[in-house]
């Protein structure tokens, strides 16, 4: 990294450095973040043991089940420790990792979430196709592509910005290593940097969401067409536990676009949404709208009770 003054350490300042009620601000993320690593859990564990959940479906949920998880365990231990410790210093190579991950799954979940849109496109839209398109062999090269693509990526976009120039400032107004708090602590961003996240926003951002539009757009189109209100019915009920997650998703990120650039505290907060209780919400949703998941989720409890009492 080009620093016109060395930077060893970030200091961060969770909330602009606000945190008068650290024991419920420390218990209220650590009740989310625990609630949501569960239930995460818990879904990746019933899809990989119930042979009936072997589905294309249920394989990009448990991607996605691994993503949430990933998403607010690279944040919130951290920051639940500077708020009991007090010891706000995150030292260069930490920061940059947790920005390295972080950014992994963002890409993860937007590709994501656009390939689960693609299956359900398939499903009701030209459903005796459906097997040969999202064979097996199919999903596991698309789960592999997917992974493979975002942790790449993720390192292209950690080397772009380690070329930009630090100034003296090493102060985060935020609660982990995001880019947008970086790039407020340099002087100089370079060209290689603008050019890199523009690819990430048309490549990764841009294509996959206005993918996943047209995929339910043509979803909607076929399910109108249709002449039983019951196929309507059952044909949409396909579909809704994830819809419900797309609009949560690009609902928060759309929210998160308006906030203004100089609060601080507003821009916590809903990150503070979108690391811990969105990932805590998709699993809900997943299980309370999919009869499937939800019935081989009260099997697995109800062997885990028995076997402990």
Same mark, same amino acid.
């Given at each position: 990294?080009?620093?016109?003054?060395?930077?060893?350490?970030?200091?961060?300042?969770?909330?602009?450095?606000?945190?008068?009620?650290?024991?419920?601000?420390?218990?209220?993320?650590?009740?989310?973040?625990?609630?949501?690593?569960?239930?995460?859990?818990?879904?990746?564990?019933?899809?990989?043991?119930?042979?009936?959940?072997?589905?294309p479906?249920?394989?990009?949920?448990?991607?996605?089940s691994?993503?949430?998880?990933?998403?607010?365990?690279?944040?919130?231990?951290?920051?639940?420790?500077?708020?009991?410790?007090?010891?706000?210093?995150?030292?260069?190579?930490?920061?940059?990792?947790?920005?390295?991950?972080?950014?992994?799954?963002?890409?993860?979940?937007?590709?994501?979430?656009?390939?689960?849109?693609?299956?359900?496109?398939?499903?009701?839209c030209?459903?005796?196709h459906?097997h040969?398109?999202l064979?097996?062999?199919?999903?596991?090269?698309?789960?592999?592509?997917?992974?493979?693509?975002?942790?790449?990526?993720s390192?292209?976009?950690?080397?772009? @910005?380690?070329?930009?120039?630090?100034? +003296?400032?090493?102060?985060?107004? !935020?609660?982990?290593?995001?880019?947008? $708090? =970086?790039? &407020?602590?340099?002087c100089?961003?370079t060209?290689?940097?603008?050019?890199?996240?523009?690819?990430e926003?048309?490549?990764f951002?841009?294509?996959?969401?206005?993918?996943?539009f047209?995929?339910?757009?043509?979803?909607?189109?076929?399910?109108?067409?249709?002449?039983?209100?019951?196929?309507r019915t059952?044909?949409?009920?396909?579909?809704?536990?994830?819809?419900?997650?797309?609009?949560?998703?690009?609902?928060?990120?759309?929210?998160?676009?308006?906030?203004?650039?100089?609060?601080?505290?507003?821009?916590?907060?809903?990150?503070?949404?979108?690391? @811990?209780?969105?990932?805590?919400i998709? +699993?809900i949703?997943?299980?309370? !709208?999919?009869?499937?998941?939800?019935? $081989? =989720?009260? &099997?697995l409890?109800?062997?885990?009770?028995?076997?402990?009492?």
């Open positions: 990294m080009t620093n016109e003054t060395s930077v060893q350490y970030f200091y961060i300042l969770p909330f602009s450095g606000d945190t008068k009620n650290k024991p419920l601000i420390s218990t209220f993320l650590f009740l989310i973040y625990l609630v949501g690593v569960i239930i995460n859990c818990f879904i990746v564990t019933v899809i990989c043991f119930e042979v009936q959940l072997h589905k479906m249920y394989l990009f949920i448990c991607n996605l691994i993503v949430d998880i990933i998403y607010s365990s690279v944040t919130v231990p951290k920051l639940l420790h500077m708020l009991l410790s007090g010891n706000h210093i995150v030292s260069f190579s930490q920061c940059y990792t947790q920005l390295y991950f972080f950014s992994a799954v963002v890409v993860a979940e937007d590709i994501l979430l656009f390939i689960m849109a693609y299956d359900r496109y398939v499903a009701i030209i459903p005796l459906y040969q398109i064979s097996r062999r199919n999903c596991t090269i698309i789960t592999v592509c997917i992974w493979a693509a975002t942790f790449f990526n390192l292209l976009y950690i080397a772009a @910005t380690l070329n930009m120039s630090s100034c +003296p400032s090493n102060i985060i107004y !935020q609660f982990f290593c995001d880019a947008k $708090s =970086l790039t &407020k602590t340099t100089i961003t060209q290689t940097f603008f050019v890199v996240t523009s690819f926003m048309l490549s951002v841009f294509i996959p969401s206005l993918c996943t047209i995929s339910y757009f043509k979803i909607f189109s076929v399910i109108f067409k249709m002449g039983s209100k019951e196929r059952k044909a949409f009920s396909t579909c809704s536990s994830h819809l419900t997650v797309i609009i949560i998703y690009y609902g928060a990120g759309l929210i998160g676009y308006f906030i203004p650039p100089y609060s601080e505290v507003l821009d916590s907060v809903f990150n503070i949404i979108y690391t @811990t209780i969105i990932p805590m998709n +699993p949703i997943y299980s309370l !709208q999919n009869s499937n998941v939800q019935s $081989s =989720l009260l &099997k409890v109800g062997r885990i009770y028995s076997f402990v009492f």
